[in-house]
């Protein structure tokens, strides 16, 4: 649910976001702060996703990446055999994300707990090991797409801004989505499982086939962001399903609020941001994230969409999860 | 006369060398409120696991409402009409009481592949959520989350969750465990109202409520059925004298 | 091919087998016992090796160095459970993800400022540098023979202080009843920081002896990281026994396959279709093995009772 004042900051950010290309125009550097947004809300998109298993579904998912770059892949793949077309690339990414979300969650679901974090890792692990062994594809190094995806009768994505638009145009259809999802019937059950799987299945709920099914839905909005990605750089590679990047995107989900769907969007700006300003004063940056990591885990887990609120959600103590 | 509504034939079910359940049977007549009592270690817990498939057994069958579902899953065995109510409390404390109920009726009516709708606004879920925590006396805490709730209303929501499911069989586990004695009255109060309603297998330490409520009862002791019987035949049984009562004063 | 390369093959496999249990032998009792996920295990792989490459010019003697990098890794263990690790016991297993992957991105970095960006090589001590031979055709480096002695001798000295000590019964236990330890008196704060001494020890010996063999760079733990949770995944959490069989397997696997597979594809498809294949195939072909056993297994081969 949306306080009043979650509302006004919801709104005020995504026209904010919306309003970054003429801003950009004042500030200078205009090519960088429209792609840089643009970076943004795709790992807003893929952040968002995992919070619809982790956040809402309780399902510590530590290998989300592997989805971004399933889409990438689907793409970057399409694009090399000369299918350039977008009615082609984007339904195929959404098709193989669903599938390989399929059997990779049939597999993990069967499992629990730490088991599940160290199965969809490895999987994970699995397929950016595929990446790098694809050499006909660029292997180890990525390749480069010769354009972004073409969708003749519709829009012409080359330039940067309607790019921009486009993403942002996917990022509230998934926000929107994500809220009708959470709220529903469906959305009850996968939050049903994450507080007492026991319970559910007690009451009836054949708890399997609703985590299976969120996985695949969130393995998809991940696979969509994917195919943006790779849109954006006209550039695909192994790193995108590296397991460090599907740490970044938990993180993104914990820094901003974990339960709430628009904090992963807070998360990813703030991260991206973060990593932008430290990358600017040292090389080492990696040695100033990681302990912020740490102080943000043992002391701020509300995530910074908690603080607009000012007061703690209200949670019952000791009650929460079972790992 | 019918067949019963819960057939518990010959169960038998070891953890290693330990038999937690021996060859034991039991039925639960429609409408008849059933206890099982016995000891500390006696597998009333194991019994209530077996019944409700969290468990497998080794042999026997389970038969409910003229299915045999000794090995059909646990949601398969709610949707048949079975219910039970946990001895340790468990609820999703991270959502309202209104909302714990309300699952428990999505639970039964139909599929949850329904992604666009809000279910909080959901009439058809919302308005029998709201009589069952009536029925139960929580109708003034609805919005309260489950896990701010006292023990005593804690236990009446495990009820209400059980109920709202429309079971034919409600099994009860110990739904008086750490209760004082004005909590527990006010529960024996509740158990007389739903008496008839429903069918109601209740595993129970707190005696006084037990002899109070029972029409049946049966006593277990190291997983055997002992005896089963009205309550005055088994105040009067000698076996279950020596084995049992005999040793009441824990 | 021939029954020599094949030979040769096994054992770079089971030599693999045995880092990979000195890896997964510790991270699998830091989680049975403390229930604790720690990602930065490889950090403590990584710091074993790059204490080796700093300590040998130093001392000018491979096996001083060696346990002296071997202390350094249980000393640093040891500080990072002080510091971090102790208030996450009690946390859930994603606040642990989170923050051991804090550390991860922390040590990564870390041996960057301190050692650059190139990787380091250690020389093997003289007197473990030749080889020697096996069978008639079969000739093998005497030092990945020591690996697999040393790991041999771990495996047993873990076999010993798990089953005839009382520092093993009280692990034993503790995986199973925390409360019933707390009980018994025994200091569990000391226990616990113990036996991740224990592990980050196990870690370091394994980074120490993988360095002559790899070269000592930033970001080395990590893919044994993953390896290893495979391992775990196998073997069953908590089950050192799981891990020792489990670690064979998968370095056997991991190594002869992707040796072989390639060869074997090229025996039934074409070989330009095998060589695009093959090494894919190869590389997935543990994953695939984990997959399979947890189909049949969800618990792993030998899940500790609990």
Same mark, same amino acid.
């Given at each position: 649910?949306?306080?009043?004042?979650?509302?006004?900051?919801?709104?005020?950010?995504?026209?904010?976001?919306?309003?970054?290309?003429?801003?950009?125009?004042?500030?200078?550097?205009?090519?960088?702060?429209?792609?840089?947004?643009?970076?943004?809300?795709?790992?807003?998109?893929?952040?968002?996703?995992?919070?619809?298993?982790?956040?809402?579904?309780?399902?510590?998912?530590?290998?989300?990446?592997?989805?971004?770059?399933?889409?990438?892949?689907?793409?970057?793949?399409?694009?090399?055999?000369?299918?350039?077309?977008?009615?082609?690339?984007?339904?195929?990414?959404?098709?193989?994300?669903?599938?390989?979300?399929?059997?990779?969650?049939?597999?993990?679901?069967?499992?629990?707990?730490?088991?599940?974090?160290?199965?969809?890792?490895?999987?994970?692990?699995?397929?950016?090991?595929?990446?790098?062994?694809?050499?006909?594809?660029?292997?180890?190094?990525?390749?480069?797409?010769?354009?972004?995806?073409?969708?003749?009768?519709?829009?012409?994505?080359?330039?940067?801004?309607?790019?921009?638009?486009?993403?942002?145009?996917?990022?509230?259809?998934?926000?929107?989505?994500?809220?009708?999802?959470?709220?529903?019937?469906?959305?009850?059950?996968?939050?049903?499982?994450?507080?007492?799987?026991?319970?559910?299945?007690?009451?009836?709920?054949?708890?399997?086939?609703?985590?299976?099914?969120?996985?695949?839905?969130?393995?998809?909005?991940?696979?969509?962001?994917?195919?943006?990605?790779?849109?954006?750089?006209?550039?695909?590679?192994?790193?995108?399903?590296?397991?460090?990047?599907?740490?970044?995107?938990?993180?993104?989900?914990?820094?901003?609020?974990?339960?709430?769907?628009?904090?992963?969007?807070?998360?990813?700006?703030?991260?991206?941001?973060?990593?932008?300003?430290?990358?600017?004063?040292?090389?080492?940056?990696?040695?100033?994230?990681?302990?912020?990591?740490?102080?943000?885990?043992?002391?701020?887990?509300?995530?910074?969409?908690?603080?607009?609120?000012?007061?703690?959600?209200?949670?019952?103590?000791?009650?929460?999860?079972?790992? | 006369?019918?067949?019963?509504?819960?057939?518990?034939?010959?169960?038998?079910?070891?953890?290693?060398?330990?038999?937690?359940?021996?060859?034991?049977?039991?039925?639960?007549?429609?409408?008849?409120?059933?206890?099982?009592?016995?000891?500390?270690?006696?597998?009333?817990?194991?019994?209530?696991?077996?019944?409700?498939?969290?468990?497998?057994?080794?042999?026997?069958?389970?038969?409910?409402?003229?299915?045999?579902?000794?090995?059909?899953?646990?949601?398969?065995?709610?949707?048949?009409?079975?219910?039970?109510?946990?001895?340790?409390?468990?609820?999703?404390?991270?959502?309202?009481?209104?909302?714990?109920?309300?699952?428990?009726?999505?639970?039964?009516?139909?599929?949850?592949?329904?992604?666009?709708?809000?279910?909080?606004?959901?009439?058809?879920?919302?308005?029998?959520? @709201? =009589?069952?925590? %009536?029925?139960?006396? +929580?109708?003034? &805490?609805?919005? $309260? /989350?489950?896990?701010?709730? !006292?023990?005593?209303?804690?236990?009446?929501?495990?009820?209400?969750?059980?109920?709202?499911?429309?079971?034919?069989?409600?099994?009860?586990?110990?739904?008086?465990?750490?209760?004082?004695?004005?909590?527990?009255?006010?529960?024996?109060?509740?158990?007389?109202?739903?008496?008839?309603?429903?069918?109601?297998?209740?595993?129970? @330490? =707190?005696?006084? %409520?037990?002899?109070? +409520?029972?029409? &049946?009862?049966? $006593? /277990?002791?190291?997983?055997? !059925?002992?005896?089963?019987?009205?309550?005055?035949?088994?105040?009067?049984?000698?076996?279950?004298?020596?084995?049992?009562?005999?040793?009441?004063?824990? | 091919?021939?029954?020599?390369?094949?030979?040769?093959?096994?054992?770079?496999?089971?030599?693999?087998?045995?880092?990979?249990?000195?890896?997964?032998?510790?991270?699998?009792?830091?989680?049975?016992?403390?229930?604790?996920?720690?990602?930065?295990?490889?950090?403590?792989?990584?710091?074993?090796?790059?204490?080796?490459?700093?300590?040998?010019?130093?001392?000018?003697?491979?096996?001083?160095?060696?346990?002296?990098?071997?202390?350094?890794?249980?000393?640093?263990?040891?500080?990072?459970?002080?510091?971090?690790?102790?208030?996450?016991?009690?946390?859930?297993?994603?606040?642990?993800?989170?923050?051991?992957?804090?550390?991860?991105?922390?040590?990564?970095?870390?041996?960057?400022?301190?050692?650059?960006?190139?990787?380091?090589?250690?020389?093997?001590?003289?007197?473990?540098?030749?080889?020697?031979?096996?069978?008639?055709?079969?000739?093998?480096?005497?030092?990945?023979?020591?690996?697999?002695?040393?790991?041999?001798?771990?495996?047993?000295?873990?076999?010993?202080?798990?089953?005839?000590?009382?520092?093993?019964?009280?692990?034993?236990?503790?995986?199973?009843?925390?409360?019933?330890?707390?009980?018994?008196?025994?200091?569990?704060?000391?226990?616990?920081?113990?036996?991740?001494?224990?592990?980050?020890?196990?870690?370091?010996?394994?980074?120490?002896?993988?360095?002559?063999?790899?070269?000592?760079?930033?970001?080395?733990?990590?893919?044994?990281?993953?390896?290893?949770?495979?391992?775990?995944?196998?073997?069953?959490?908590?089950?050192?026994?799981?891990?020792?069989?489990?670690?064979?397997?998968?370095?056997?696997?991991?190594?002869?396959?992707?040796?072989?597979?390639?060869?074997?594809?090229?025996?039934?498809?074409?070989?330009?279709?095998?060589?695009?294949?093959?090494?894919?195939?190869?590389?997935?072909?543990?994953?695939?093995?984990?997959?399979?056993?947890?189909?049949?297994?969800?618990?792993?081969?030998?899940?500790?009772?609990?």
């Amino acid at each position: 649910m949306l306080t009043n004042r979650r509302f006004v900051a919801v709104a005020s950010f995504l026209v904010l976001l919306a309003l970054v290309p003429l801003l950009a125009r004042f500030v200078g550097g205009e090519a960088f702060w429209i792609k840089f947004a643009t970076r943004v809300m795709i790992y807003a998109i893929a952040a968002v996703s995992l919070d619809l298993i982790l956040g809402f579904g309780g399902m510590v998912s530590f290998g989300h990446a592997a989805f971004l770059g399933v889409g990438a892949y689907a793409v970057g793949i399409l694009s090399a055999e000369g299918i350039a077309n977008g009615f082609v690339q984007w339904p195929v990414a959404i098709l193989a994300s669903a599938l390989i979300a399929a059997a990779i969650g049939a597999i993990s679901l069967m499992t629990r707990g730490v088991y599940f974090i160290m199965i969809t890792l490895a999987f994970s692990q699995m397929l950016y090991f595929l990446g790098v062994s694809l050499t006909a594809y660029g292997g180890d190094d990525g390749m480069r797409l010769a354009n972004r995806s073409r969708f003749p009768g519709l829009i012409d994505l080359s330039g940067d801004v309607t790019f921009f638009y486009v993403v942002l145009a996917i990022l509230i259809g998934a926000l929107v989505a994500g809220h009708r999802l959470v709220n529903s019937r469906f959305g009850m059950v996968i939050q049903g499982c994450r507080s007492n799987e026991r319970r559910m299945r007690a009451i009836g709920f054949p708890t399997f086939r609703y985590k299976l099914a969120a996985f695949v839905i969130s393995g998809v909005m991940c696979g969509i962001a994917g195919a943006l990605l790779a849109n954006l750089t006209a550039f695909v590679s192994p790193s995108e399903m590296h397991w460090t990047r599907s740490g970044e995107i938990m993180v993104m989900v914990i820094m901003g609020g974990m339960g709430s769907l628009f904090g992963p969007v807070l998360g990813a700006a703030g991260l991206l941001v973060l990593e932008e300003i430290l990358s600017s004063h040292t090389q080492h940056w990696q040695a100033i994230l990681g302990p912020i990591l740490v102080l943000l885990v043992l002391f701020a887990k509300r995530g910074l969409f908690g603080l607009i609120d000012g007061k703690s959600a209200e949670k019952p103590a000791g009650l929460t999860g079972h790992g | 006369m019918a067949e019963p509504l819960l057939a518990v034939e010959s169960l038998v079910k070891r953890f290693g060398g330990l038999v937690a359940t021996d060859h034991l049977s039991l039925a639960v007549e429609p409408a008849e409120l059933h206890a099982v009592i016995g000891p500390n270690g006696a597998g009333k817990t194991t019994l209530i696991a077996e019944i409700i498939g969290e468990l497998g057994v080794d042999e026997g069958r389970i038969r409910f409402d003229g299915h045999d579902i000794t090995h059909r899953p646990t949601p398969v065995r709610s949707a048949l009409g079975l219910a039970r109510s946990f001895q340790v409390t468990s609820l999703f404390p991270d959502m309202s009481a209104l909302d714990n109920v309300a699952l428990a009726v999505q639970a039964h009516s139909g599929h949850s592949f329904r992604f666009w709708r809000d279910a909080r606004a959901d009439a058809s879920l919302r308005d029998p959520a @709201h =009589d069952v925590l %009536a029925q139960v006396g +929580l109708g003034p &805490r609805a919005d $309260v /989350l489950a896990g701010n709730l !006292a023990h005593g209303e804690q236990r009446q929501l495990e009820i209400a969750m059980a109920l709202a499911t429309k079971p034919k069989l409600l099994l009860l586990d110990e739904p008086m465990a750490g209760m004082g004695t004005e909590e527990s009255a006010q529960l024996v109060t509740l158990l007389k109202s739903l008496k008839r309603r429903f069918t109601i297998l209740l595993i129970e @330490h =707190d005696m006084d %409520a037990v002899f109070q +409520l029972a029409d &049946r009862i049966t $006593v /277990l002791v190291y997983g055997r !059925a002992i005896a089963t019987g009205t309550p005055d035949a088994i105040r009067a049984n000698a076996d279950v004298r020596q084995a049992y009562l005999g040793e009441e004063e824990e | 091919m021939t029954l020599s390369l094949f030979l040769t093959q096994a054992l770079n496999g089971v030599q693999f087998g045995v880092m990979l249990f000195l890896m997964a032998a510790g991270l699998t009792l830091v989680f049975g016992i403390m229930n604790l996920v720690n990602l930065a295990h490889g950090s403590l792989y990584m710091m074993g090796a790059y204490f080796l490459a700093a300590l040998v010019p130093v001392t000018g003697n491979f096996f001083v160095a060696a346990v002296l990098a071997v202390a350094a890794s249980l000393a640093l263990g040891i500080v990072v459970e002080l510091i971090a690790l102790r208030t996450l016991y009690r946390r859930d297993h994603l606040d642990q993800v989170l923050c051991t992957f804090g550390l991860i991105l922390f040590f990564n970095e870390i041996v960057r400022m301190i050692w650059g960006a190139t990787a380091l090589f250690v020389q093997p001590p003289p007197i473990l540098s030749g080889f020697v031979q096996l069978l008639p055709g079969v000739i093998y480096p005497v030092y990945r023979l020591t690996i697999m002695g040393v790991g041999l001798a771990v495996a047993i000295f873990l076999y010993w202080l798990n089953g005839h000590t009382r520092l093993g019964m009280l692990i034993r236990a503790g995986a199973s009843n925390r409360a019933m330890v707390g009980a018994l008196g025994v200091n569990i704060t000391l226990l616990y920081t113990l036996v991740f001494g224990l592990g980050a020890a196990l870690a370091g010996l394994a980074g120490v002896m993988a360095g002559p063999i790899l070269s000592v760079q930033s970001g080395m733990g990590d893919s044994i990281l993953i390896l290893t949770f495979v391992v775990i995944v196998i073997g069953g959490i908590g089950s050192i026994r799981g891990a020792l069989v489990a670690s064979i397997l998968v370095g056997v696997v991991d190594t002869v396959g992707r040796v072989f597979l390639p060869l074997v594809l090229g025996a039934v498809f074409s070989p330009a279709t095998s060589s695009k294949v093959g090494p894919a195939i190869a590389s997935m072909s543990i994953y695939i093995l984990m997959a399979a056993i947890l189909f049949f297994r969800p618990q792993g081969l030998f899940p500790a009772h609990r």
